[in-house]
C-alpha cells in the first residue's frame, strides 16, 4: 500500500490555523516580556549518587536518548529497506533533536545556571518545531518536511533561544519567543484535529495518539510546577523527575507510533 493518500487541506481550515498563530504572536506581544522567575534554578531534589550532582534530575534524562538514538536507527533501518515509502527526514530529526536534548538537559542540570540553560533550551525548542512541522506534514501540506521548511522552523527555534539568552544577559530577560516555540503545538494540534482533516499519508501518526502525547506533555508541565511538593509527598521523585519521565513517554509514544505505522503501511 502506498504511503500517501490523495486528499487536500480546505484553504479555509489553512487560514484558520494562520489565525490562530497570528492571534497567540499578537497575544504574546501586547502582554509584554515575560520574565525567567527568581529560583529557575533551585529545584528541589538535589541529591548526588555515583559521583553525579542532582542525580535524579540529571539522569531522567536517559529516556530520551534511548527513544531518539532507537528511533533513528529504525526509520533509517526502515527508509532503507523500504525506499518508495517516503522521505522521513524530518522524524529523524526529531529523533536526533530528542538525543540532544538528553544530553543538554543533563549537562544544565550537573551546574544549573543561565549559560548552561542555553544547552538545555535549544534542543527543546528544535523537538517542538520538528515536532510541529511533521504533524503539519502529514496532515496539512507536504513542504513541511521539506529543506526549506526545516530549515526555517530550526532557524526560528534557535532564535528563539538566543533572543531570551541575549535579554537576560542585559537584565531584561523575555521568554516570550521561546514560550511561542514551545506552545504553538499544544495549539495548532487540537485545532487540525477537532477541524478532522483528511491526513495526507495513510501511514500518518493517529489522532489518538497525538491527544495521548497532548495529555503526557500537559501532565509534565504539571510536574515541573510541582517539583518540591512532589518530593515532599513521595520522598523519592520530585515533580521535575517526573516531568522528565513524562516527556519522554510522550515522545516515546510519538516514536513508535511512526516506526510502526511506516512499518505497516510501507511500500
Not at 487541506?9 to 487560514?15: E, F, I, N, S
Amino acid at each position: 500500500m502506498n504511503a500517501f493518500t490523495p486528499a487536500s487541506t480546505p484553504p479555509r481550515a489553512r487560514w484558520l490555523l494562520g489565525v490562530i498563530t497570528a492571534v497567540f504572536l499578537f497575544g504574546l506581544l501586547c502582554y509584554g516580556a515575560i520574565p525567567q522567575w527568581p529560583d529557575y534554578h533551585d529545584f528541589a531534589d538535589t541529591r548526588p549518587w555515583l559521583g553525579s550532582p542532582n542525580a535524579a534530575n540529571v539522569l531522567s534524562n536517559l529516556p530520551f536518548a534511548f527513544i531518539g538514538v532507537w528511533g533513528a536507527w529504525r526509520l533509517a533501518h526502515l527508509q532503507a529497506r523500504q525506499a518508495a515509502a517516503g522521505a522521513d527526514g524530518v522524524w529523524r530529526m526529531f529523533c536526533g533533536a530528542l538525543v540532544c536534548t538528553a544530553a543538554g538537559s543533563a549537562l544544565y542540570h550537573w551546574a544549573p545556571d543561565n549559560s548552561t540553560l542555553v544547552v538545555d533550551r535549544l534542543p527543546i525548542a528544535w523537538a517542538c518545531a520538528l515536532l510541529l512541522c511533521a504533524f503539519l506534514a502529514e496532515r496539512v501540506h507536504p513542504r513541511w518536511n521539506t529543506i526549506p521548511s526545516l530549515a526555517t522552523a530550526l532557524g526560528l527555534a534557535t532564535l528563539s533561544v538566543m533572543h531570551w539568552w541575549w535579554t537576560e544577559r542585559l537584565g531584561q530577560g523575555d521568554l516570550r519567543a521561546y514560550l511561542f516555540v514551545q506552545f504553538l503545538p499544544m495549539l495548532l494540534v487540537p485545532a487540525v484535529l477537532g477541524l478532522r482533516l483528511p491526513v495526507l499519508r495513510s501511514d500518518a501518526v493517529p489522532g489518538a495518539t497525538w491527544c495521548l502525547v497532548l495529555g503526557l506533555y500537559a501532565a509534565a508541565k504539571v510536574m515541573e510546577m510541582a517539583d518540591r511538593w512532589m518530593l515532599e509527598a513521595t520522598q523519592v521523585a520530585s515533580g521535575h523527575m517526573l516531568k522528565h519521565g513524562l516527556a519522554a513517554a510522550a515522545a516515546a509514544c510519538l516514536v513508535i507510533a511512526v516506526v510502526r505505522r511506516r512499518g505497516r503501511f510501507g511500500n
